[in-house]
């Protein structure tokens, strides 16, 4: 069975500085997909990225980064020069790729960002 | 636009009383699902269904109930709502096969059952 583990629930930190959310995975799968969701305060959930299990590249996307790393199950999201707009709870989720179930999605229990001014 | 609309997006009701959240995408997609959201839980998947008259229980399905009779809509029902299912409710749909597109959610429902 799928599983995402978020092991740190809230994080607080001062505007300006750098903060990595972590995110361990488990798949019996090779083949799967891992996503990392925004949750700010109003409610909605806000898509930030989608990795497939081949692609280890490292990702950047203005202030946010991803690293991949297969060899340890982690996908961690990086926030540089932190925002109080960037407060919000982020969700790391896996999918397997297996039939019927491409589609079902395992989501971590979330980690608190806030970002104090 | 393409979106995902869930209607109502707050209920307070009285356990017991049935009720019915609906969602309705506008993009066509083959697959949906309802998540529900609980603090220290992330979200749960309760069902889904790849097309029409297609629904597989998800992880968290006691008390619920679905039906896909068309392709856009994708109804929530509680025959019997209890306090237990107080919760954020999320509805998604995607395509099928899986496609680089994300799925595509909701903004929610807060259930308030007393």
């Known amino acids: 069975a799928q599983k995402v583990t978020q092991a740190q629930t809230e994080i607080s930190v001062v505007e300006k500085e750098d903060v990595t959310l972590d995110c361990v995975y488990e798949?019996?799968?090779?083949?799967?997909?891992l996503f990392w969701y925004k949750q700010p305060p109003s409610g909605e959930l806000v898509f930030l990225i989608r990795?497939?299990?081949?692609?280890?590249q490292n990702e950047i996307s203005g202030r946010y980064s991803w690293n991949f790393q297969k060899s340890t199950s982690s996908f961690n999201f990086t926030i540089t020069a932190s925002q109080v707009v960037d407060s919000a709870v982020y969700f790391c989720a896996l999918s397997e790729a297996k039939s019927g179930s491409a589609r079902q999605l395992t989501f971590g229990s979330g980690t608190q960002l806030t970002v104090l001014p | 636009e393409a979106q995902v609309t869930q209607n109502p997006r707050y209920l307070i009701t009285v356990t017991g009383k049935k009720l019915t959240v609906t969602c309705s995408q506008n993009m066509n997609h083959e697959y949906m699902s309802w998540y529900r959201q609980d603090p220290g839980l992330g979200l749960r998947q309760i069902y889904y269904s790849m097309n029409v008259e297609v629904t597989d229980k998800g992880d968290v399905p006691e008390g619920y109930k679905v039906s896909r009779k068309e392709k856009r809509n994708f109804p929530l029902i509680l025959e019997s709502p209890s306090p237990n299912q107080t919760s954020l409710y999320f509805c998604a749909s995607g395509t099928v096969p899986d496609s680089n597109q994300p799925q595509h959610f909701g903004d929610g429902t807060r259930l308030s059952i007393l």
């Open positions: 798949t019996r799968d090779t083949t799967y997909y």
């Open positions: 990795r497939n299990s081949f692609d280890e």
